[in-house]
């Protein structure tokens, strides 16, 4: 049986790492990667993973988040990379 990884937040309600959505910090942390470098990465790299809004504002400076199995994939893919180029 292959079961779903279950992270538990602190209302208690459990999600799986495809709904789970993350903040800068955490994406600064997985990927080793600046603040200016992720948005560098969000403009320049098409394979980096999109944030989602967490508010209807448009303005620079609102609220995002990043699905964090997306952010988890892109890493594990990097280490792909670095393999194959070994």
């Known amino acids: 049986m292959n079961a779903t990884p279950v992270v538990a937040s ?3 309600l459990e999600l799986s790492p495809a709904d ?3 903040r800068m910090p955490d994406v600064e942390a997985m990927t ?14 098409p394979t980096f993973p999109k944030p989602v809004p967490l508010s209807n504002s448009k303005s620079r400076g609102a609220p995002v988040g990043w699905v ?14 670095r393999e194959v180029a070994a």
Do not use: C, H, M, N
């Open 68 to 81: 964090f199995a997306e952010v988890q994939a892109w890493v594990r893919q990097r280490i792909a990379l």
């Open 20 to 22: 789970r959505l993350i």
């Open 10 to 12: 602190a209302s208690g």
């Open 32 to 45: 080793g990667l600046a603040r200016p470098t992720v948005y560098k990465r969000l403009k320049d790299d």
